[in-house]
């Protein structure tokens, strides 16, 4: 296989959705990070052969927001850019989709990642008022339209559809993301203070990671006031146990164990990383980043997506003999807190390896001190697009960092899906 080079990467900061649309439109974001990074190239942005971004929630005139971006960007008309969604995983997907082009010879430098502003999720009218605007549509004379606008129930105008919501709710399973953390923690039984335990200690990693610069690749967003957002805005110094048993559950308000508080934040954000063939890291001198050794998608029950990574990662470790633990730092994107203890649990249970992943049995611990080393998505956010771009970003400084081998990234798509990354520093 052909060696898959990344040579650089950046991203914006997170910013976690207050009470309304952000400041920052989608493309606003891809561009801004994008531009950042392609100015300290030696190439120019028409140079690249392809953009490709990855993008869940792309609003209605945003369409194929990857073409929009690479023309802000100023590739140039010649230069192809286009969209792909795979739910949590849209940005990891972005670089696979660059990986095989490269491979294939059809390209040979490569913008790609991943994008979402989750806070501009719109609101729908729901079927009843779309059946109401379409009758009023119909009807020809003034008064037939006054009668129909007083048939008009307030009710079904103030009932709108969520959108956000209805994009996290498994159009099979009719579960929201939320609920399939739940089942996961039923059947692993895991427990409210496992899962706040593990997110203070998210916010903890990563308020250590801003004070100790571990987030260079973040470069910094202005708005059209001059504003500057230069940090990752929904960690919190201040996380504690204490207080994150204040808060109650949200998905299964009776029985539940999870809250807001210990589930991935809602936030708006960009990520790019470029790849490179090695005949275009001769032809521009590049200094890669690391390298992309392999990846694997995986499917499973939508009802239990989380596991996702388990079923992405383990293929991999087979394939290069490996296991668990000859894998120097792992990012497993926090969707939820009770999502990564299972897929840790998981690992652990020797009837979930023989009648899962075919294991003779159990693949043993993860050590935690290798897992999610600056903090995960519970303190940094979750823009869906992005993530999967972020943590394969990130994780090759973790390696540079300390000197490492190599590591895993892997991620849980809704859907019932995982995707996972085999990376080594260069």
């Known amino acids: 296989m052909k060696p898959i080079y990344i040579v650089d990467g950046a991203r914006t900061p997170f910013l976690k959705a207050q009470k309304g649309p952000g400041v920052f439109a989608a493309s606003d974001l891809a561009t801004q990070a994008g531009r950042a990074l392609l100015l300290r190239q030696p190439f120019l942005p028409s140079d690249l052969d392809e953009v490709i971004l990855g993008c869940a929630a792309a609003s209605?005139?945003?369409?194929?927001?990857?073409?929009?971006?690479?023309?802000?960007?100023?590739?140039?008309h010649k230069v192809p850019g286009w969209t792909v969604m795979r739910n949590c995983a849209s940005g990891m997907q972005a670089l696979d989709s660059a990986m095989a082009n490269i491979q294939l010879g059809r390209s040979g430098l490569v913008l790609a990642g991943g994008v979402d502003a989750l806070s501009r999720a719109p609101l729908l009218y729901n079927e009843t008022m779309v059946r109401w605007f379409a009758a009023m549509m119909s009807m020809r004379t003034v008064n037939e339209k006054i009668g129909h606008f007083f048939k008009l129930r307030p009710a079904a105008l103030l009932n709108p559809v969520i959108g956000l919501l209805k994009g996290l709710t498994d159009p099979v399973v009719g579960l929201l993301m939320g609920q399939t953390a739940e089942n996961l923690a039923w059947k692993f039984g895991i427990n409210r203070q496992q899962m706040d335990e593990f997110s203070v200690r998210s916010h903890q990693r990563a308020e250590a990671g801003r004070v100790a610069g571990h987030f260079k690749e973040i470069v910094p967003l202005v708005d059209r006031d001059g504003k500057i957002y230069a940090e990752d805005d929904g960690v919190r110094a201040?996380?504690?146990l204490a207080g994150l048993a204040k808060l109650k559950p949200f998905f299964d308000k009776k029985y539940g164990n999870i809250t807001a508080a210990n589930s991935s934040q809602i936030t708006d954000g960009a990520a790019w990383l470029i790849l490179a063939s090695e005949e275009a890291v001769k032809k521009w001198q590049l200094k890669p980043l690391g390298k992309i050794v392999d990846s694997e998608w995986a499917g499973l029950d939508p009802a239990l997506m989380g596991l996702g990574p388990v079923h992405a990662v383990t293929p991999i470790l087979q394939r290069h003999g490996f296991g668990l633990n000859d894998i120097d730092a792992w990012e497993l994107n926090e969707a939820f807190a009770a999502q990564v203890l299972a897929c840790q649990a998981a690992w652990q249970a020797d009837d979930y390896c023989r009648e899962q992943l075919g294991l003779p049995t159990a693949l043993g611990k993860l050590n935690d001190e290798k897992l999610n080393?600056?903090?995960?998505?519970?303190?940094?956010?979750?823009?869906?697009?992005?993530?999967g771009a972020r943590i394969v970003l990130h994780l090759l400084h973790v390696l540079r960092r300390g000197q490492l081998k190599r590591g895993i990234a892997s991620i849980c798509i809704g859907g019932g899906l995982g995707g996972a990354m085999l990376v080594e520093p260069c």
């Open 60 to 76: 209605p005139d945003e369409t194929n927001i990857g073409r929009m971006v690479a023309l802000r960007l100023g590739c140039g």
């Open 238 to 240: 201040d996380a504690s």
């Open 373 to 387: 080393v600056d903090g995960g998505a519970v303190a940094i956010g979750h823009p869906v697009g992005a993530s």
